[in-house]
Nanobody, 114 residues
Framework: QVRLVESGGGVVQPGGSLRLSCEAS????????MSWYRQALGKERELVAV????????DYAPSVKGRFTISRDDVKSTVYLQMNNLQHEDTAVYYC???????WGQGTQVTVSS
């Protein structure tokens, strides 16, 4: 059974940082590209970042490039999203997603508020 469990969300002031984690199980983690999506209230879900299997290639939405970093630890079957210089517009539920399998986590809320 595939499980994706996100953690690390919370409330942070503008300019602050958070690191999200997504621990995976139930599939061969190191053979899959992994990604993070987010969905703000009233908006469509959008791709935030993606990392290839092996971690050699990453890509980001223009709105987060230079502020967010995606990484992975294949030993721990975990993908991370380091988010720096957070802004109000980053407020959303963040989801871990496996593109090759169509698997989604339950999401973790990130709120940027002064």
């Amino acid at each position: 059974q595939v499980r994706l469990v996100e953690s690390g969300g919370g409330v942070v002031q503008p300019g602050g940082s958070l690191r999200l984690s997504c621990e995976a199980s139930g599939f061969t983690f190191n053979t899959y590209t992994m990604s993070w999506y987010r969905q703000a209230l009233g908006k469509e879900r959008e791709l935030v970042a993606v990392i290839s299997r092996g971690g050699g290639s990453t890509d980001y939405a223009p709105s987060v490039k230079g502020r967010f970093t995606i990484s992975r630890d294949d030993v721990k079957s975990t993908v991370y999203l380091q988010m720096n210089n957070l802004q109000h517009e980053d407020t959303a539920v963040y989801y871990c997603m496996v593109p090759g399998g169509g698997y989604w986590g339950q999401g973790t809320q990130v709120t940027v508020s002064s």
